[in-house]
C-alpha cells in the first residue's frame, strides 16, 4: 500500500482528480495488478471473448498493447471513453473494457505498432 500511495502522490495528491482516479483505480486491481503497476507501471489484463493478454501501460492514450506467449508487445491498441477524464480512470475504463467487452473494443480502437514507439520507463516505487 505504501507503493501505491507513493504512486499517488507522484500524480497528485489523493483530494485532486488524478489521485482519486488513482486510488479508485487502485480499488479495482487484483494483487498481482497492483504489484505490476507499482513495480513497472503497467498492469495486464485477459480479454473477455479471445483470452488475450493485454498490457495497459501508465497513461491516457496510446497505453495498450497485446502481449504475446513470450510476454513482448505486439499490436497495440488506442480507446478510452469520452470526456476529459484523470488517468486513472481511463485506465480503469480501458481495464473493465477489455475484461468485458474486448470485441467491441477492438472493434472500434485504432492500432498501432509499438515497435518503434517506447513506453516511457517507470522505476519501481517500493
Not at 504512486?7 to 483530494?15: P, T, V
Not at 482519486?20 to 483505480?25: D, E, F, I, K, M
Request: glycine letters at 12%; hydrophobic letters at 35%; one cysteine or more.
Amino acid at each position: 500500500m505504501r507503493a501505491m500511495r507513493a504512486l499517488i502522490i507522484r500524480h497528485g495528491a489523493e483530494r485532486t482528480p488524478e489521485g482519486r482516479s488513482l486510488c479508485l483505480l487502485q480499488q479495482w486491481l487484483s494483487p498481482v495488478q497492483r504489484e505490476q503497476f507499482v513495480q513497472k507501471g503497467y498492469f495486464e489484463v485477459v480479454g473477455s471473448d479471445t483470452g488475450q493478454r493485454y498490457r495497459i501501460h501508465l497513461g491516457a492514450s496510446v497505453n495498450v498493447c497485446e502481449i504475446d506467449e513470450r510476454g513482448c508487445p505486439g499490436e497495440g491498441l488506442c480507446f478510452s471513453p469520452a470526456g476529459a477524464l484523470p488517468i486513472g480512470d481511463v485506465m480503469l475504463a480501458q481495464k473493465i473494457a477489455l475484461e468485458t467487452g474486448e470485441r467491441d473494443v477492438r472493434a472500434v480502437a485504432r492500432r498501432f505498432t509499438p515497435s518503434g514507439f517506447h513506453f516511457r520507463p517507470t522505476r519501481p516505487l517500493g
